[in-house]
């Protein structure tokens, strides 16, 4: 087993890992790794993200693109599409360009690029990811995009949970796998009760999206491997 499997606990802390040549899974489980996978499980063609909401606002004027843009949880103005995995169902996004912007997960990604394969991580996709990473000949990081640098709970929680699923074929790199993997662990068969007393979950609360929050907790609810080929996100 000469493979390893690393996690990086925020994108304030990437710089310290080598990417190159490795697989990095990002994770943004509220919400924005879970609004692309459910996108994608969705009929969406392909995800552009943008980390600058200013980028994202140009393809407003552009033909054939749906947008969408985030802040503090909040939809901003003058985009029709939120950061709510509800609003890509019912075929709002079928064979649709979606661009996105958010206030972490975009973050993450942008910051993810010199990586040899980047692909988005959700408890929704949990398996699929694992699946698709066995067959690959390569080291893997799991970039948790946090809250606005810091650390949180449910992006540690995703990156044990694939640990998990890794062990047998991927020696864990330093002590952040070993961490989350325990914290996983120990928390793993009462997942939503731990998730709802998180920071994120309280103030995503305060915006009235309980029901998003148990929906991003689902694990292997769609079969789908979101990976970014240049600048968009397409199925493998
Ligand atoms: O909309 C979300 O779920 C969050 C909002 S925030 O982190 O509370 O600002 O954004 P995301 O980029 O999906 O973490």
């Avoid at 990437?14 to 190159?20: H, P, R, S, V």
């Avoid at 697989?23 to 924005?32: E, G, N, P, Q, S």
């Avoid at 969408?68 to 939809?75: C, F, N, P, Y």
């Amino acid at each position: 087993m000469s493979k390893t499997i690393d996690v990086c606990l925020s994108p304030q802390l990437i710089d310290l890992y080598d990417l190159e040549g490795k697989i990095v899974v990002v994770v943004d489980i509220l919400r924005a790794t879970s609004v692309m996978t459910t996108a994608f499980a969705h009929g969406a063609r392909e995800i552009i993200p943008v980390e600058k909401l200013e980028v994202a606002r140009e393809y407003l004027s552009k033909d054939g693109y749906l947008c969408a843009a985030e802040r503090g949880g909040e939809q901003i103005e003058g985009f029709p599409l939120d950061n709510s995995p509800f609003s890509y169902m019912d075929g709002v996004v079928q064979d649709r360009s979606v661009v996105i912007t958010t206030t972490n997960g975009t973050v993450a990604i942008e910051r993810s690029m010199v990586a040899d394969e980047v692909l988005i991580g959700s408890f929704l996709n949990l398996s699929s990811v694992a699946e698709y990473i066995q067959l690959q000949n390569k080291d893997v990081i799991v970039h948790c995009a946090g809250w606005k640098g810091k650390t949180n709970m449910e992006d540690t929680l995703f990156a044990g949970a694939l640990v998990e699923k890794l062990k047998m074929s991927h020696e864990l790199g330093c002590d952040t796998p070993h961490m989350a993997l325990k914290y996983w662990e120990s928390v793993k068969d009462n997942l939503t009760e731990t998730v709802e007393s998180s920071a994120h979950a309280r103030r995503l609360n305060r915006l009235n999206i309980k029901e998003d929050i148990a929906y991003c907790l689902r694990i292997d609810e769609y079969q789908v491997v979101p990976k970014m080929i240049g600048d968009r996100l397409l199925l493998v």
